[in-house]
């Protein structure tokens, strides 16, 4: 008979206990996967907006420049 289970034999806990760590490694492995894929998706996307704010910055600096020499004339 089983120690943590005192009605179930060995046999028939350790089958179920294999399954059941089984699926918790599953578990943990999913969730691991899932947090790790939206670390990745926010760093892209602040990575983006920086690029596209700098581009942003830079377009109306341009702009700038182009309106101070058309002034100088």
Do not use: F, M, W
């Amino acid at each position: 008979r089983c120690l943590h289970y005192p009605n179930r034999y060995c046999c028939d806990k350790s089958g179920n206990e294999q399954e059941e760590v089984a699926l918790q490694n599953a578990s943990k492995q999913i969730v691991q996967t899932a947090i790790l894929q939206a670390v990745q998706q926010v760093s892209q996307e602040s990575q983006q907006k920086e690029k596209r704010a700098k581009g942003s910055e830079s377009l109306q600096l341009e702009r700038g420049e182009l309106t101070k020499k058309h002034e100088k004339k």
